[in-house]
């Protein structure tokens, strides 16, 4: 199965390895530039039929007055870093590459597969964006622009340079604090990413590939949107140009507030394909005002993995709608294995706030005080449920026999069989099943030879012949709790 990539469109516009000589270009010398024309909005005909409801009506965007005001708030950061030594190897093999802990790995992994790096030392150089957000010097931007930089010096519009401070970076949100020594700074103004609608126009400036104060607009094109290995924040989803440089820079909603901090983009090429996400503000200014009070963030965890709730998987666990977030996998000792929660559970309400898609979750989690009792309202094989659990505070990120059976394969298109037990004790579980075959209904849903299955509708399964008679037993639709690797996720199944 191939697998797609969010590319974090991390510091740099452009990359130097002083000591070591080398340096990074455009595959081309000439940039190309097109001309935009304007939208011209026609007027209707005179013999279109007359209808009594307001049409909606969509109409050219002049973000030249956002641009004006707020474009001065909006800097040019460039960072300064020294990659170790021992980093490289010396084998010659075409192999080299960087140490997985060096700050600078992930850059190079993402952006630079194409160099070849010298096993001396080097100095690294790039570019990122940010914005003022009080007027003696406090900015935001992304983590990972100022991950591991030993020097870091802000450009503003006039064209003043200075030395910022970091004063605190959390990963998990992918959110940085820096501060410049200056006063009387321009600011940008805040807004509240609740009251984004799909849809809306919004406007991003920043970097990107070093050319400063570049504004690019689109519009809203998804909220709550949760991406892999990014399971706290619910971005929001743009069609706005956004390239490396544009990390760290401010999406603006057409009052001119910031609404959101330009994070990531989804593409095939590490350039902009039409899918940029941006952290909401909100959960932004929660993250800075404990960087800049302790210097660090303190959330809390339940300890489950969730997953969105389709209209499938709705009708498989006896849900009126598809909405919340249904539990995956529970942590043994966790919060959550404690509270009761168990792993088939769909969570529709967490302290009396309502749990509408499984990017809602983790954020009201963090945002409570570890040891603060919580109620969780849950739906539990079709029955309404609440149970008290007490989130603690998060860990910091950190770096078969030949028994073949036809079995279910008649409904469910699986050939299994079970697990010896040096397999139970491999993946860490009891019981289970492991696919040898996968077709029809199964190999639809994108079920393979050596999943795992573990439960049906919620369901605990040890054998072929209970799964058989919980299959018997079903309707239409139910949900395989599926084991790959290390990762558990439910897949819904139609079986006609």
Do not use: C, W
């Amino acid at each position: 199965m191939n697998r797609q990539t969010f590319t974090r469109s991390i510091i740099a516009a452009t990359v130097l390895v002083v000591a070591g000589g080398a340096y990074l270009h455009s595959k081309s010398g000439d940039i190309g530039i097109d001309n935009a024309n304007a939208a011209i909005v026609a007027p209707a005909l005179a013999a279109a039929p007359v209808s009594n409801a307001a049409p909606a009506v969509a109409v050219a965007t002049d973000f030249s007055g956002i641009v004006e005001r707020f474009g001065p708030a909006v800097v040019n950061i460039s960072v300064t870093g020294k990659a170790k030594q021992s980093a490289v190897s010396d084998q010659g093999d075409g192999s080299d590459e960087l140490d997985p802990n060096d700050p600078f790995s992930q850059f190079f992994k993402r952006f630079g597969p194409q160099l070849q790096i010298p096993s001396h030392p080097q100095i690294m150089r790039g570019e990122g964006s940010g914005f003022i957000i009080s007027a003696d010097g406090l900015i935001l931007t992304n983590a990972h622009v100022v991950d591991g930089a030993q020097e870091v010096t802000v450009k503003l519009t006039d064209r003043r340079e200075f030395k910022a401070k970091v004063l605190g970076s959390d990963k998990q949100s992918d959110i940085a604090v820096i501060r410049i020594d200056a006063t009387n700074l321009p600011t940008v103004q805040i807004g509240n990413p609740a009251l984004t609608r799909v849809g809306e126009p919004v406007l991003a400036i920043g970097s990107p590939y070093g050319f400063e104060n570049t504004a690019t607009a689109g519009i809203v094109s998804a909220k709550s949107r949760s991406l892999p290995d990014d399971n706290y924040v619910p971005f929001i989803q743009t069609d706005v140009a956004v390239n490396p440089g544009n990390s760290g820079g401010p999406l603006f909603n057409i009052k001119g507030e910031v609404i959101g901090i330009n994070s990531q983009i989804y593409s095939q090429t590490g350039g902009y394909q039409g899918l940029s996400f941006a952290i909401p503000i909100d959960v932004a200014t929660k993250v800075e005002q404990q960087l800049v009070k302790h210097g660090k963030v303190t959330r809390s965890h339940l300890g489950v993995s969730v997953q969105e709730v389709n209209q499938a998987l709705a009708e498989s666990f006896g849900l009126k709608s598809a909405a919340g977030a249904l539990v995956s996998s529970v942590d043994k000792g966790s919060p959550a294995d404690k509270g009761g929660l168990e792993t088939g559970d769909v969570i529709l309400r967490f302290n009396g706030q309502p749990i509408n898609h499984s990017s809602d979750l983790p954020s009201l989690v963090a945002d409570t005080a570890p040891g603060t009792a919580s109620t969780i309202e849950v739906m539990r094989n079709g029955q309404p449920k609440t149970l008290t659990v007490k989130p603690t505070e998060a860990e910091a990120l950190k770096t078969a026999s030949n028994d073949n059976s036809a079995g279910s394969q008649a409904r469910l298109g699986l050939a299994l069989r079970q697990l010896t037990p040096d397999e139970q004790q491999q993946i860490g579980t009891r019981g289970g099943l492991v696919v040898e075959d996968a077709t029809g209904p199964s190999a639809l849903a994108g079920i393979q030879r050596g999943d795992v299955i573990l439960s049906l509708n919620g369901k605990p399964v040890n054998s072929v012949e209970q799964l058989r008679q919980l299959v018997s037993k079903a309707g239409k639709n139910v949900a395989l709790l599926v084991q790959r690797d290390k990762d558990k996720i439910f897949v819904p199944l139609n079986l006609g």
